[in-house]
């Protein structure tokens, strides 16, 4: 499983961009993928506060609801 990181998608961009390890680490890239090894590296990382944490906030799709 990877994960995949779109500067463009993130809903807090521009908000939330100075504080995160995409930002610290490599500037603000169109997109990104982490695999869920590389995942949990950035995840130690900045649990030991040596990078700031993915400030990563996708938007979700609002439920289909059908009428009658």
Do not use: N
Not at 5 to 19: F, P, Q
């Amino acid at each position: 499983m990877t994960t995949r990181i779109d500067c463009d998608t993130c809903v807090v961009r521009g908000l939330a961009c100075h504080d995160c390890v995409v930002t610290v680490l490599l500037g603000p890239p169109p997109e990104l993928e982490f695999d869920d090894e590389e995942k949990r590296a950035l995840d130690a990382l900045a649990a030991g506060g040596l990078v700031p944490p993915l400030r990563l906030v996708q938007s979700v799709d609002p439920p289909v609801i059908e009428s009658a």
